[in-house]
């Protein structure tokens, strides 16, 4: 089945410690963009991509790193100057910026 | 893009028309209507899009206003699945605002039993 997978689920992080959330994509999308979510609030973008070897920096992208060296991969690297870094993780894509976006199932990041 | 506002909470009976509206009074010409929605811990779906037209599909109905101030998106016959929180965004096409999408609060639908 085409989709995109996050993993893992759930990821707890320690303090000063970078963690990698995965985000794989079977759609041939060109565009894939990373969110955070807070508990009772909106997405908020943090990074996204438009081709391979290239993404720009969302709204918050502080503390945050990403590459994008295959088409259909994306990971986030939360960083340890991420210093709030407990949130949902959404991972999407799109066939190109202007159409709808195809999202993950999510990644719960806890810090111990 | 333009910004919109949603109540932040609905109810509606299972089995009734769920009607939730959407205010995007500064939506500019060339400015798209999307819904989504999420039912919690998941990540969001999308349920229909529109211009000027209004939008049907298997999911919801899609009615938006003359002058495209207001929008509402319909679920004809609401059950306990659609229990999630809506999202309504403006967005424009391929020059102009920022990539991705801009995901307010939303409407928070229950539906009763």
């Known amino acids: 089945d085409g989709g995109i997978t996050q993993s893992p689920k759930y990821l707890f992080r320690k303090e000063g410690q970078n963690v990698t959330l995965s985000c794989e994509q079977n759609?041939?999308?060109?565009?894939m963009y990373w969110y955070r979510q807070d508990p009772g609030q909106g997405l908020r973008l943090i990074y996204y991509?438009?081709?391979?070897?290239?993404?720009q920096k969302g709204d918050i992208a502080e503390g945050y790193s990403v590459s994008r060296e295959k088409k259909e991969s994306f990971p986030l690297t939360v960083t340890s100057a991420q210093k709030n870094p407990t949130a949902f993780y959404l991972c999407?894509?799109?066939?190109?910026?202007?159409?709808?976006?195809?999202f993950g199932s999510g990644t719960q990041l806890s810090v111990l | 893009d333009a910004k919109t506002t949603q109540p932040p909470s609905m109810d509606c009976a299972e089995g009734r028309a769920a009607n939730l509206p959407c205010n995007h009074s500064?939506?500019?010409?060339?400015?798209?209507v999307y819904w989504y929605r999420q039912i919690h811990s998941q990540g969001p779906q999308y349920i229909i899009h529109?211009?000027?037209n209004n939008e049907t599909n298997e999911m919801a109905s899609l009615i938006i206003t003359e002058d495209r101030k207001s929008s509402t998106l319909i679920l004809p016959h609401a059950t306990l699945r659609d229990t999630a929180v809506y999202y309504c965004?403006?967005?424009?096409?391929?020059?102009?605002?920022?990539?991705?999408?801009?995901f307010g609060k939303g409407t928070h639908l229950i539906i009763q039993p």
């Open positions: 965004i403006v967005r424009g096409y391929s020059g102009g605002g920022a990539d991705g999408l801009t």
């Open positions: 991509s438009q081709i391979v070897n290239d993404f």
């Open positions: 999407a894509s799109s066939a190109d910026r202007d159409e709808k976006l195809f």
């Open positions: 529109g211009l000027k």
């Open positions: 759609l041939n999308h060109d565009a």
């Open positions: 500064t939506i500019s010409g060339n400015e798209y």
